[in-house]
């Protein structure tokens, strides 16, 4: 699938998609719904189309659906509007709809409360469902981007003396209380980490075998609970296992880390980048209040405007140049353009592999000197070009040269500083996304006018 809106509509095959449920909501028929078709429909197509409405609409749409089905719709929306539906839910429904999630996806949606509905809704669950309110409570307890705020404390467990039908017999009494049972983790009698065994495993196990004759003790992807969660995607993917163990300082397991998690760990991860580099909020939406929007994009459009000034004052620090020869301001825009777009792949590239890991400071020198020799190289192409179309033009071989000239001068500029502004930012602490672009596109336009004007000064006037 090329992109979500394909996804989206692929997952509908039954039940309504998300362009009829949109459409039906902006024709102001929502109550010509039909409540047997949306019964059937994905609950994803069913959060994603509540995002798009006010919370008493949420609501009335909700109330067409059973609790389990309100509780997976609602854990399937982002956690920040899943809050703000359930803080504006009689108290016994949000209880309700909260008891019915996974642990960690509970504790996701409670965290975004305001403390008032936080510690109202946590009452009622303690009185409800008192388990669930300590899963919570624990959950909440670590910070929201580490392996133990993002599990889940609910694991499959077997001890090592069972025999295998005595762990066929556990594993059928937790098939409805567990989330994914891929593994079933080994114990003792301190919920200390043995082993751990496959269902696979289990089924094809001999004739009179324990558990401790087929677990594997040699355990590897095991998560510290204070692990930030980009590494524990970077281990699960490095282990291709679809669930991790938490493990405590003194062995003990804590929860898992399924795949399903770490898939959304990758795509808001990627989503930030992607919005951080072009100076947007991290988290922004494009549904988002319009006030949030400009409060988390103003402060990069301030540099972006900073950035712009320096570039302006260059150029009018030639400006007799240019009235002297108006071809120059013809061919400025060219020269700071490529530059950019130059600067603007490097930093793609750059930012993505700083976000996995493929390279660290220790890389900066070599990578930066790489991506500036790759700048060079394609100057010398593309600047080919560009002069050959600046000869036709004006019929002038020294301003094609000139042309020529600035653009390998800028694009290896481009290449250079699209790698070492995020290795610096890397550096001293701070994200390598946020406003890279800004800061490589400034650099890029003021060092293009002035390498083009200066080169026009000197050699055609």
Known sequence: MSNESEIIEAQSDRGYSLYELVSL?????????????LLETSPHIVSTFLERLDVDTQRQILR?????????????????KSAELVSEMREHR????????????????????????????????EKSEPEAAEDVRELLSYEPDTAAGIMNPHVAKLFPDMTIDEAISAVRRMSENFENIYYLYVVDGENELLGVVSMRNILLAPKGARIRDIMKTDLIGLLAPAMDKEVVAHIMADTNFHTLPVVSEDG?????????????????????DVQKLAGAGADEGLFDPIGTSIKSRTPWLVVNLCTAFVASAVVGFFDKDIALLPLLAVFMPIIAGIGGNTGAQTLAVTVRSLALGEVGIFDMKHVCLREAA?????????????????LIA?????????????????????????????????????????????????????????????????FLL
């Open 394 to 458: 004006t019929g002038r071989w020294d301003f094609a040269l000139i042309v020529w000239a600035a653009m390998i001068a800028n694009m290896s500029l481009g290449g250079f500083m699209g790698s070492f502004i995020p290795f610096t930012l890397k550096r001293m602490g701070l994200d390598p996304a946020s406003g890279s672009s800004v800061f490589t596109t400034g650099f890029t336009d003021s060092a293009g006018f002035f390498i083009f004007l200066g080169l026009g000064s000197i």
């Open 94 to 125: 949000a209880v309700s709809v909260l008891n019915e999630m996974e642990p960690d996806d509970a504790a996701d949606i409670v965290r975004e409360l305001e403390e008032g509905d936080r510690d109202r809704i946590l009452e009622g669950m």
């Open 374 to 390: 790759k700048g060079f190289i394609n100057g010398i192409l593309i600047g080919f070009f560009g002069g050959g179309i600046a």
């Open 25 to 37: 909501q902006e024709a102001g028929e929502i109550d010509k719904i039909d409540d047997q078709l």
């Open 252 to 272: 003990k397991i804590m929860g898992i880390v399924t795949h399903d998690d770490v898939i959304d760990i990758v795509r808001d991860e990627a989503t930030e």
């Open 64 to 80: 067409r659906f059973p609790p389990d089905d309100v509780s997976e719709i609602v854990s399937e929306m982002e956690p920040d």
